[in-house]
């Protein structure tokens, strides 16, 4: 049998992008973890567009909800969502720029809250917010 040791927190991001083809194809890049925080940034493309020429919701809800996950996943244990909402406060184009960083990280037992602010510069695009399920399973390298 293996003798896997822990995953330092601040390199769990880069090991579940690594894993994560979605999150690969939105083409988002991590800025910065810290255990318990994590801020990933991304591009709007055309194929990211709805009808009406701006992004679909589900990119930012994507993209925050990968920021949420990262986050909640530097507690060194794995951890999956059991409820998440978003509010889309401005539209967004192609071309822009965004970022979603999880800003509040709160943890109660097994389970954690998460707030996470997606930006496109420093306005406040949408406002994501989760509930984590941490399970006793270790992130091993």
Same mark, same amino acid.
């Given at each position: ?10 390199? *769990? ?16 890049? *991590? ?8 801020? %990933? ?15 679909? !919701? ?5 993209? /925050? ?6 986050? /909640?996943?530097?507690? !060194? ?12 406060? =401005?539209?967004? =184009?192609? !071309? ?7 800003? %509040? ?11 996470? =602010? ?6 406040? %695009? ?16």
């Amino acid at each position: 049998m293996k003798n896997l040791e822990p995953i330092p927190s601040n390199l *769990i991001p880069e090991q579940m992008l690594s894993l994560d083809p979605f999150s690969q194809w939105l083409g988002i890049e *991590i800025i910065d973890v810290e255990k318990g925080r994590c801020k %990933v940034g991304m591009t709007i493309r055309k194929e990211m567009l709805n009808s009406m020429n701006k992004a679909h !919701g589900g990119i930012s809800y994507s993209l /925050a909800d990968t920021a949420f996950g990262f986050s /909640a996943n530097t507690h !060194g244990k794995y951890a999956v969502s059991i409820e998440t909402s978003i509010n889309h406060i =401005e539209a967004l =184009e192609e !071309g822009d720029y965004i970022t979603a960083e999880a800003t %509040v990280d709160i943890t109660k037992t097994k389970v954690g809250f998460n707030i996470v =602010e997606v930006k496109r510069g420093d306005d406040i %695009v949408a406002l994501f917010k989760g509930v984590v399920y941490r399970t006793s399973k270790d992130w091993e390298k």
